[in-house]
């Protein structure tokens, strides 16, 4: 039972939670252990992007494709990301979690809460924001690790060699070759996932400790039960629309959600998730498309947390927004939360931004978030790894690019089906 990698990392998490509990300053000291395995997972992410767009898009048929499948997946992630925004702004204003609350924040939380602002401090504006894809050079790209940059470089060079044709058939042969040493490398990683998740876990509670959930609990109740219900109603709706159903489908990928769990970052089962993917039965190149697009443009969780979490401020605060203040908010949100990377942090730098846009809500209420963040990450990252899962497959039922059948049999019996396949899905890996 212990071979296989999901009682690994679930056991590696609950021992984390232990130590943190009963021994908080070694919990807190165990932060490395995650940091390292994140780190060597994001290492992998921009060749991983690279080697899978470019093979993709070379074996395409046509050119007009890449186009379709682009237009397809925007189309998607606006409709859905917005559609999480909405409901956030709902539930939050019936919640109310933050009204009459009044907490004092420790004068660190205020310093921890002024760094998150000023890496928010810059310009998000649209074209700064287009600008921003294009890389001063290719390698810059890769040096920086940016997906969305990254994401560029592939499609030119992938859209380049669908051109060209047999001529470069070799060299896509070889890209493709690369992309299977890449993948056989994640396998290798993965193997310290459950360390990693323990280091993770055991610095989160160890560093914040349990008692610092009581405080805020509404919100963070609020947060997990709006990303359950928008998992189970929303996400549900679509993979049924697509054929498919949500719990088989959760089951499949739940190896990739206990490491999210354990690590909270979405970017560290990015590389398996991939492959489970095409497994499933979707094409390489939607796959190569959507999910690292979707790691910058398709932030459900994200989207979720942050409508949240800006109107818990003001009603904590005691700032009533008017509904033309909370659409004004809705609108900036639209566009800020599409710049929150998949890594640990980055939904609350994304917040300070938006809160530094819209003047009625001080800053400084940020300092009320800053002790349990890092444990609504994890709601977070789950449903943006989920939500990204699950518009993979629709796009690609939309696109007539999904085997049905195919991936019905392999929800049927994932451990069947994944473990002969490579030592990324492998169960031992």
């Not at 056991?11 to 390292?36: N, S």
């Not at 189309?75 to 004092?104: C, K």
């Not at 400084?364 to 943006?384: H, I, K, P, Q, Y």
Request: neutral net charge; charged residues 10%; proline residues 4%.
């Amino acid at each position: 039972m212990f071979r296989n990698l999901y009682v690994q990392v679930l056991t590696g998490i609950a021992i984390g939670v232990i130590v943190g509990v009963l021994w908080p300053e070694t919990g807190a000291a165990m932060r490395p252990l995650g940091d390292g395995f994140i780190k060597l997972i994001r290492m992998m992410i921009g060749p991983i992007i690279f080697t899978t767009i470019v093979v993709g898009i070379a074996h395409m048929g046509e050119m007009r494709e890449v186009g379709r499948i682009g237009l397809r997946a925007f189309v998607y992630f606006e409709v859905v990301s917005t559609l999480a925004l909405v409901i956030g702004l709902v539930v939050v204003n019936v919640l109310r979690p933050g009204a009459g609350l009044h907490v004092s924040a420790a004068a660190a939380d205020v310093q921890a809460a002024a760094g998150y602002g000023a890496q928010a401090q810059q310009p998000h504006d649209t074209v700064t924001f287009l600008l921003n894809l294009i890389p001063t050079t290719i390698v810059d790209a890769f040096a920086r690790g940016d997906i969305l940059q990254i994401l560029v470089v592939s499609t030119l060079i992938g859209v380049a060699l669908l051109g060209l044709g047999e001529r470069v058939r070799p060299l896509v042969a070889m890209i493709d070759q690369a992309s299977q040493v890449l993948f056989a490398i994640i396998g290798i990683i993965m193997r310290l996932a459950p360390i990693g998740a323990f280091g993770a876990m055991a610095f989160t509670v160890g560093r914040y400790g349990i008692a610092s959930l009581l405080s805020l609990g509404k919100l963070m109740a609020g947060v997990y039960l709006t990303c359950l219900l928008f998992v189970a109603i929303v996400l549900g709706a679509i993979l049924r629309a697509s054929g498919l159903r949500l719990l088989p489908f959760l089951r499949y990928i739940g190896e990739e959600l206990l490491i999210v769990l354990g690590t909270s970052s979405s970017e560290s089962a990015l590389p398996r998730l991939m492959a489970k993917l095409e497994r499933l039965g979707c094409s390489k190149p939607v796959v190569g498309l959507v999910v690292p697009a979707g790691y910058s443009f398709n932030l459900d969780g994200t989207a979720i947390y942050m409508t949240m979490a800006a109107m818990f401020v003001a009603q904590a605060s005691g700032v009533d927004l008017t509904l033309w203040q909370q659409l004004s908010m809705l609108a900036v949100l639209m566009l800020t939360s599409k710049g929150a990377a998949g890594v640990t942090g980055s939904g609350f730098i994304t917040l300070a931004a938006t809160l530094a846009t819209i003047p009625a809500i001080p800053p400084a209420g940020l300092a009320l978030l800053v002790g349990v963040d890092r444990f609504m990450s994890e709601a977070r990252a789950l449903t943006n790894i989920t939500g990204n899962a699950v518009a993979t497959v629709a796009i690609a039922r939309w696109d007539d690019a999904l085997d049905v059948e195919r991936a019905r049999a392999v929800l049927a019996h994932p451990g069947a089906e994944a473990a002969h396949i490579d030592p990324v899905l492998a169960p031992d890996a």
